[in-house]
């Protein structure tokens, strides 16, 4: 089965600085890739996705990579805000069938003020 | 249009025990994936409904089974409680969306979860 790997597990830095954080993936029948923000005591919320036709997808100040023939794939976030400390979990599934998500071990992000 | 719901929010059982959790999928969502989430980690798959059949298994005993109702609802049942059985009980929903909008499959939209402690 497929299998994630997410790095790294805690990451702190300082408001208006750049983080980033990157999932290696087993199985390449994996080809939906979406990136999920968890705040204390809720439920995961999607905050941007990428499908593997794509290399790079932008929301604003969040921006996700595909390489997929090394089977990475990373989040990017500039001008980090302290309302953007949360868990980043990454997750991989098949675009067809039963689409079950594999999710990483998640990234609890601190983004200092 | 209303978000996925989730019932109770927290819940205390002992061993041995049977526990039913609730989910209300997005409007018109007909796919509800249910998750478990253990303190510290990411969630893990333990099945997935569509249109009421079960569509998907992950790697999760008997002892954990599940329903879908005609209005996409769901429900998971754990027999049998374990002390391991403890984490935040998280449903997904998915799918075609209502009024002829179409929706993705892919991307899951998750509920706030319930808390289950097993003593």
């Known amino acids: 089965g497929e299998n994630v790997e997410q790095h790294p597990s805690t990451l702190s830095v300082q408001e208006g600085d750049s983080a980033v954080i990157k999932c290696t993936y087993s199985?390449?029948?994996?080809?939906?890739f979406p990136w999920y923000k968890q705040e204390l005591g809720k439920g995961p919320q999607l905050i941007i996705d990428i499908r593997s036709n794509v290399g790079e997808k932008k929301d604003q100040r969040i921006a996700v990579t595909l390489n997929k023939t090394a089977k990475h794939f990373s989040l990017h976030i500039t001008e980090t805000q302290p309302e953007d400390s949360a868990v980043y979990f990454c997750a991989a599934s098949p675009y067809t069938g039963r689409r079950a998500l594999t999710f990483g071990s998640g990234t609890r992000l601190q983004v200092q003020p | 249009e209303t978000g996925v719901t989730q019932s109770p929010t927290h819940l205390i059982k002992t061993r041995g025990q049977q526990v039913t959790l609730r989910c209300s999928s997005q409007s018109g969502h007909n796919t509800v994936s249910w998750y478990q989430q253990a303190l510290g980690q990411g969630p893990q798959f333990i099945f997935q409904y569509y249109r009421e059949e079960e569509n998907g298994r992950g790697n999760f005993p008997p002892r954990f089974s599940g329903l879908q109702f005609p209005n996409y609802s769901s429900e998971l049942n754990v027999n049998a409680l374990e002390l391991d059985d403890s984490a935040l009980y998280l449903c997904?929903?998915?799918?075609?969306?209502?009024?002829?909008?179409?929706?993705?499959?892919?991307?899951?939209?998750f509920g706030p979860g319930t808390r289950l402690t097993v003593l």
């Open positions: 199985d390449s029948a994996s080809n939906y």
């Open positions: 997904a929903s998915s799918g075609e969306l209502a009024g002829g909008r179409k929706g993705s499959y892919n991307e899951q939209f």
